[in-house]
C-alpha cells in the first residue's frame, strides 16, 4: 500500500487544520483491513504517536493531543483524517500517517507496527 499525507501548512496558535492520508491499496485488499495512524517529528525529536483508527473506526489518541484532534476515517474512499483544532507552537512536527493490517492495541503508538509509512507533512504552528 502507499500513502499520501497532505494538507500540513503554516497555522496561527489556537487555529485549525486537517490532515489527509490517501491510500493506494491492491485491488484484492480492502482499505478498512487497515490500522491506520498518524505520528510526529518535530526537529530534534522522537517521532511520536499522535493517534490512530482501528477497523472498526475506534479512535486513540495521545494524551497531548486528546479532545483536541479527531481521527476518521472514509473507507470508500481509502483516505484517514486528522482534524487538528487548539493547535498550540508544541504541535509544529512533520506529521506522517501510518498503516497496517496486523497491529495489535498495545502496540498502536510504536513507530515499528507499522510497515506502510507516508511522507510525511509539515505543520508550523506559529503567529
Known amino acids: 500500500v502507499q500513502l499520501q499525507a497532505s494538507g500540513g501548512g503554516l497555522v496561527q496558535p489556537g487555529g485549525s487544520l486537517r490532515l489527509s492520508c490517501a491510500a493506494s491499496?491492491?485491488?484484492?485488499?480492502?482499505?478498512?483491513?487497515?490500522?491506520m495512524s498518524w505520528f510526529r517529528q518535530a526537529p530534534g525529536k522522537e517521532r511520536e504517536f499522535v493517534s490512530a483508527i482501528n477497523r472498526g473506526s475506534s479512535p486513540f489518541y495521545a494524551d497531548s493531543v486528546k479532545g483536541r484532534f479527531t481521527i476518521s476515517r472514509d473507507n470508500a474512499k481509502n483516505t484517514v483524517y486528522l482534524q487538528m483544532s487548539s493547535l498550540k507552537p508544541e504541535d509544529t512536527a512533520v506529521y506522517y500517517c501510518a498503516g497496517d493490517q496486523q497491529v495489535i492495541l498495545s502496540a498502536y503508538g510504536r513507530p515499528d507496527s507499522y510497515g506502510y509509512w507516508g511522507h510525511g507533512t509539515l505543520v508550523t504552528v506559529s503567529s
Open positions: 491499496v491492491a485491488s484484492d485488499v480492502s482499505f478498512r483491513r487497515y490500522v
